[in-house]
């Protein structure tokens, strides 16, 4: 009797210490899991957190997926080091500004830079451009950045499919952000200090525990609401100009599908352009309200795209598979209309300001 005793003593310490293994390694295995899809999970991948922007580029970092290579420089931009003998153009976006799908020698800022009308005043072109940004954190990046370089002028480029949304709430495929609104002549932050585990952080990065999580809450303006704070977003970025004596040129950028039906509706009869959806175009319109009503300098690049698909494919001009980002000849377009309408308005050397005349 008392050997049995032994026995299921021994076997209940054995099946004690099984589970009690298999438990931690089932844990451990989670930790190992979820860390991987932590580090991998990111609005792009030469990213990581910033408590005030939400998430930043890298400083000083090269990632390639086998096609495509993105370098930046010591302070996070996709461009040289910053030169401190030469003046800078500062180019500020999102992904159609940072050259997602291309090499940096194939963005708009590379391009732009080595336009003859810019490369013979010597100017710098930085990228400022950060894929997933909004207008608000155009506006944070550049404020935490403009004292520190030479800027000469500040070229914003709105990618008018996305940036409504993206300016308009708090968080971006699940990753907290900024959400700036105009309330009482003021520019406030309604999410000034992010935490790097914020609830909407931790069930967009976990994959197998975010159901202990719950809901977490969300805050957007309303759409009807938003061309008021976005149109305060844009003086402000104009205003951190004037501070510097330099002006600030808007770029309209459009989706493929928006070019598509436009140029449908001027050649062809309107009843052959019912496949295309007008969402896109309703963004751009949109946006060209808030440069006309507001007096903005701006470029309105979906009329250059229309006129060019009139005697080439516009499908040249975006990346493959891609409808809102631009191939290297597409940047190149883009670039050579910036320098053209610099070149037209403004003269670098004198500081001389924009007409308000829309190109």
């Known amino acids: 009797m008392i050997r049995l005793i032994l026995v299921l003593k021994k076997i209940r310490k054995e099946v004690f210490l099984a589970l009690v293994t298999i438990f931690l390694t089932s844990f451990f295995g989670l930790v190992i899991i979820e860390s991987y899809y932590w580090s991998s999970s990111s609005v792009c991948e030469i ?25 930046t420089n ?32 194939e963005t708009i800022s590379h391009y732009l830079e080595q336009d003859k009308r810019i490369a013979g005043l010597g100017y710098q072109v930085l990228n400022m451009g950060v894929p997933g940004y909004g207008i608000g954190q155009y506006y944070l990046n550049l404020k935490r950045n403009i004292d520190q370089l030479n800027p000469k002028l500040i070229v914003l480029i709105v990618y008018t499919t996305n940036d409504l949304q993206e300016t308009r709430q708090d968080n971006r495929f699940g990753i907290s952000k900024p959400l700036l609104i105009y309330r009482n002549d003021n520019l406030i932050n309604l999410n000034p200090n992010i935490s790097r585990f914020s609830c909407l952080n931790l069930r967009s990065h976990l994959r197998f525990t975010k159901f202990l999580i719950g809901t977490c809450q969300a805050n957007e303006i309303e759409t009807n609401k938003a061309s008021i704070s976005i149109s305060f977003i844009i003086d402000k970025i104009r205003e951190l100009g004037i501070q510097k004596n330099i002006p600030t040129l808007v770029v309209l950028s459009p989706a493929q599908t928006n070019v598509e039906m436009l140029h449908c ?63 290297p000849k597409g940047n190149y377009i883009l670039a050579q209309t910036i320098a053209k309408r610099l070149a037209t308005d403004f003269d670098l050397n004198k500081l001389t300001p924009f007409s308000r005349r829309s190109m």
């Open 74 to 105: 010591s302070i996070g931009m996709r461009s040289e080091e910053v030169d401190p003998t030469r003046g800078n153009i500062l180019i500020l976006g999102d992904s159609v500004a940072f050259g997602l799908g291309v090499n940096n020698n």
């Open 47 to 71: 990213c990581r957190f910033h408590p005030e922007l939400g998430w930043e580029t890298i400083p000083t970092k090269i990632v390639t997926n086998g096609k495509v290579t993105y370098a």
């Open 265 to 327: 509706i001027q050649t062809k009869p309107l009843d052959t352009c019912l496949e295309y959806d007008d969402f896109f175009d309703v963004l751009y319109r949109y946006f060209h309200k808030i440069m006309e009503s507001n007096k903005i300098p701006y470029i309105d690049f979906l009329t250059h795209l229309v006129e060019y698909s009139k005697e080439q494919p516009i499908s040249s001009l975006y990346g493959k598979g891609d409808i809102h980002h631009y191939s």
